[in-house]
T-cell receptor, first 112, second 111 residues
């Protein structure tokens, strides 16, 4: 069974630009979560989607948004990028019942 | 709000020297406690899920245990390839499907 895939793997953007990251979950998984990982803060929850509905959102500004499609693929968008948005963005998929989440390889975003 | 504290922050072992990593948690209604391994620049790799106090799970040189307040990841006779950051996370009844992670333990196993 294929794992969670994320594209692109690496991105370099400048301040003020916007970016869209994509995540394809494991086949059959309907829950997709997004996390931001930085050396100082560790892994922090951004949001979780299940069957196209956002069920929970972390403490991030409104510049961070996401959506999920009918095939469970998900995208997250960050608008008006700031230097502090440089991080590894991780996507995880699961069955949706609070059970095990499986992570993708991440997208490394660098904001210059 | 759920809280997870991992100790030590870093641990250096000699090959074959067994040890344990600690994960202390505070939650309202534990749904699950999860252990992951993360190599530099990669996504976390799932290791174990524990659901209730007294539960134990093993995989190769790793064994995870759970009490009502903490979890231990025991590493028996580690090898250099076990070097990684080990992350602990919890999911609770009050957290609405999100995982709350500890900061991790960076394990280095020297040959």
């Amino acid at each position: 069974k294929a794992g969670v895939t994320q594209t692109p793997r690496y991105l370099i953007k400048t301040r003020g630009q916007q970016v869209t990251l994509s995540c394809s979950p494991i086949s059959g998984h309907r829950s997709v979560s997004w996390y931001q990982q930085t050396p100082g803060q560790g892994l922090q929850f951004l949001f979780e989607y299940f069957s196209e509905t956002q069920r929970n959102k972390g403490n991030f500004p409104g510049r961070f948004s996401g959506r999920q499609f009918s095939n469970s693929r998900s995208e997250m968008n960050v608008s008006t990028l700031e230097l502090g948005d440089s991080a590894l963005y991780l996507c995880a998929s699961g069955t949706g019942g609070g059970d095990t989440q499986y992570f993708g390889p991440g997208t490394r975003l660098t904001v210059l | 709000e759920d809280q997870v504290t991992q100790s030590p922050e870093a641990l250096r072992l000699q090959e074959g020297e067994s040890s344990s990593l600690n994960c202390s948690y505070t939650v309202s209604g534990l749904r699950g406690l999860f252990w992951y391994r993360q190599d530099p620049g990669k996504g976390p790799e799932f290791l174990f899920t524990l659901y209730s106090a007294g539960e134990e799970k093993e995989k190769e040189r790793l064994k995870a245990t759970l009490t009502k307040k903490e979890s231990f990841l025991h590493i028996t006779a580690p090898k250099p390839e076990d070097s990684a950051t080990y992350l602990c996370a919890v999911n609770s009844g009050g957290s609405n499907y999100k995982l709350t992670f500890g900061k991790g333990t960076l394990l280095t196993v020297n040959p």
